[in-house]
């Protein structure tokens, strides 16, 4: 077994019927690639031999009421490909609004927690076509946050994804195996006994976080802080409904603002999203005076040596949604994002982690619903929204023997951030995947479209 760290487990205390808390990946394939045509039936087959190599897809949760410490992960003994690979059909005519319309409710429904916890969605009828004619089709990955983070997620992806379309299947990897009751409750002990040491080198590298945070602050080097963020549609506390949309840019068009303006890539990103936000509140009449302010996560994979599959910080960013001019706007947001950069790196990379490490599952929820009835008396947001930069292989890639042809990443919403934009850069190309609320968002296609109004603009001033 397997015990999940205090990061992993958070994602599952803190998950409600309101506010689910699994990502979403999805891919548009080709299916004039697939070795011999396109069946589900071969799908299907190629999926199950291809989970032989990967014992997370077989991995469930398990826990015992005498457990002090985080559940673990054990093997499914039970496993059934067939449990967790669905097929649908689009209603006629199929098109990107309808395929939305069901991405939506898909995205809407909470993972079964006694499997492991994710699903496939096989969806066919993509334009009215027939995939089995080699029309395309869409496949939503659902994972639970608390098996991925975006670099884990975007491993799992890449490992059922080949450069060749016959690639051979690789060789089958045993699993984490079992763990009973008494076994899960034992071990869990001697990991809850550990906590005070855990704790007494935490708060040294707390206090000092602190300190240098208050340095900073005063001298005007310090990243956006939190509950300074002004208040939109779309920071309230989230429903149990999604609604989904999503664009594609040409990443030489985002590579050539980025190196007109010697600036980094992720400054353009976070300016794309500030410019397509600017227009949809100016257009509302509910543009807010103060900037908007984005939390992204960033990995820490590189400098962590703790265990789990989360391993992430976060940086707090100014979106600079005030300034009219896209060009000073984008100057500014990377000014902001040097000046973030540098106080995320001075945090310790896995102080988050050891934070979540002693928390207990009712701390988690208390701390939920404190959160929640916050958002009903109007207090400030602790900021606007999730916004994530996720980078992927850049070269063809064969999702069981199909190219991808894009992969639009989709992450979860909180209470009182109610907007998740995640891009991801594949082979040539910059996905953009929006999750909202409807009850918060009812038509997100507007910032959809407008991503590529917003990269014009930028492209233009290149010019």
Known sequence: MQRLSGLDASFLYLETAQQLLHVCSILELDTTTMPGGYTFAKLRDALSRRIESMPQFREKLADSRFNPDHPVWVEDKDFDVDRHLHRIGLPAPGGREELAEILGHIASLPLDRSRPLWEKWIIEGIDGTDARDGGPLV??????????????GASLMSQLCSTEPDAPDPEP???????NQLEIAVNGAIKFATRPLKLANALPATVNTVLDTVKRARSGLSMAPPFVAPQTAWNANVTSHRNIAFAQLELDDVKAVKNHFGVKLNDVVMALVSGVLRKFLQDRGELPTSTLIAAVPVSVHDKSDRPGRNQVSAMFSRLETQIEDPVERLKAISEANSV?????????????????????????????????????????????????NVPGPQMPLYYLGNEVKAMYPIGPVFHGSGLNITVMSLNGKLDVGIVSCPELLPDLWDMADDFGHALEELLDATR
């Open 173 to 179: 990897v045993a699993g984490v195996g079992g763990g």
């Open 340 to 388: 973030a950069k540098q106080h995320n790196s001075a945090i310790g990379a896995t102080l988050l982690q050891d934070w979540t490490t002693f928390a207990a599952p009712a701390v988690f929820g208390m701390a939920m619903r404190v959160y929640a009835a916050s958002r009903l008396s109007g207090a400030r947001p602790v900021l606007n929204l999730v916004v994530s």
């Open 139 to 152: 496949v939503l990955t659902k994972v639970h946050h608390a098996a991925v983070d975006g670099v884990t």
